[in-house]
């Protein structure tokens, strides 16, 4: 049996596809997670996956003494992945201090118990938020940080500082930021996937909300910006690449393979797409018609955005392998399960 890993946040998009991969590759899973953005059924869902049920603990990482009482409980636990967050940009821009107590205090906690073992490895789910509108196109991992555009933004650039800090004094203690592009996609079995609270921010799941008829009309927030098509560029990548790159990332700390012992990558495809590209590949893998309209652009929006993946490529040996058309697929799926459980209930 390998290392048993702690995955923060891991009922959540991101983390529950990460558990499943972990689980996959021999990795005994530890989820902790307070629900404010997920729900038990998640657990049931990994677990018809992989056949397997992770622990789980029901708890706040803003509650101090939990998690020395957890580590206390899991002495044996050298592995984080700390997924969990607040990540409404919306609601950090009007509720500030939720945001900055949420994402800081949380890790701060977690550093604190980690930083004394013997041996500790720890991978951060940062963003590509932090180069703001970046001057060159693709982003490389050394491109400047920009002023960040939200308090949300502002809590993954302070994380990194702060785990970079940390690393500095505590040269046993092993960290990777990983600078997420933008997740889109669910599990191929539809068990898990993304579960936006309220209206989503995002453009996938608006769209997919679009098509099963929950949302009247998706809205395109500008077609007059300096692009192909006068939409907004991002790099979308599949979850289930996203999941894998960070079992990748967390073995290359585990194993000593790592020089540093601090480093960032981006993870994205590489690839920029339009949002008038992505309602089209939409579209054509669906075979589903989406009601769309030009709106005025959002206010915070940058131009275009995506990766320059040629470190997560050389260094970790990870490679998006995903195509847009299977994301959007695999999250209308996600989406027409949704659905049939919301009719039952
Ligand atoms: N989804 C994206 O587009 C995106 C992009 C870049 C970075 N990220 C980052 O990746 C991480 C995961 O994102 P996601 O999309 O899976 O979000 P998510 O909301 O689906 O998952 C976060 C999970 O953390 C849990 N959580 C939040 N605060 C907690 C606390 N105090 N104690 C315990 N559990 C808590 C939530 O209940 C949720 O299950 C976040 O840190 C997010 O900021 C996400």
Redesign the pocket.
């Given at each position: 049996m390998k290392s048993k890993i702690l995955v923060?946040?891991g009922?959540?998009?991101?983390?529950s596809h990460t558990v499943v991969a972990l689980q996959e590759q021999g990795y005994e899973v530890v989820i902790?997670?307070?629900?404010?953005?997920?729900s038990l059924d998640v657990l049931a869902g990994i677990t018809k996956i992989t056949q397997i049920t992770p622990e789980f603990e029901n708890?706040?990482?803003?509650d101090k003494d939990a998690v020395a009482g957890f580590f206390e409980k899991y002495p044996d636990i050298n592995g984080v992945i700390h997924?969990?967050?607040?990540?409404a940009v919306g609601e950090s821009v009007e509720n500030p201090l939720l945001y900055y107590e949420?994402n800081l205090s949380?890790l701060i906690y977690i550093l604190q118990h980690l930083s004394q073992k013997e041996q500790a490895s720890f991978i951060f789910?940062?963003?590509c938020t932090v180069y703001g509108q970046a001057d060159t196109l693709p982003i490389k991992e050394n491109a400047p940080i920009k002023k960040a555009m939200s308090p949300y933004g502002n809590t993954?650039q302070i994380g990194e500082e702060i785990i970079e800090d940390t690393c500095k004094v505590h040269p046993a203690f092993k960290a990777i930021s990983l600078r997420?592009f933008?997740?889109i996609g669910a599990h191929p079995s539809a068990e898990i996937g993304e579960l936006p609270i309220g209206t989503p921010q995002?453009l996938v799941p608006f769209i997919t909300q679009t098509a099963i008829g929950k949302r009247e009309q998706l809205s395109v927030f500008g077609d007059d910006y300096p692009t192909k098509d006068g939409t907004c560029i991002r790099d979308y990548i599949h979850v289930m690449d996203l999941a894998k790159a960070h079992v990748v990332a967390l073995k290359r700390l585990l194993d000593n393979s790592s020089e540093k012992n601090y480093d960032v990558f981006n993870l994205g495809t590489g690839n920029g797409n339009t949002v008038l590209e992505v309602i089209e590949s939409f579209q054509k893998s669906t075979g589903k018609k989406l009601a769309y309209k030009i709106a005025d652009r959002r206010e915070g929006d940058v131009i275009a955005a995506y990766a320059d993946t040629n470190k997560a490529n050389s260094v970790l040996n990870w490679k998006a392998v995903h195509s847009l058309d299977e994301a959007l697929k695999s999250a209308w799926k996600w989406e027409e399960k949704v659905m049939k459980i919301e009719k039952k209930h």
């Open positions: 923060t946040g009922l959540g998009f991101i983390g902790i997670d307070n629900l404010s953005n997920s708890m706040d990482l803003r997924f969990a967050a607040s990540k949420n949380s789910s940062s963003s993954k997420y933008n997740p995002n």
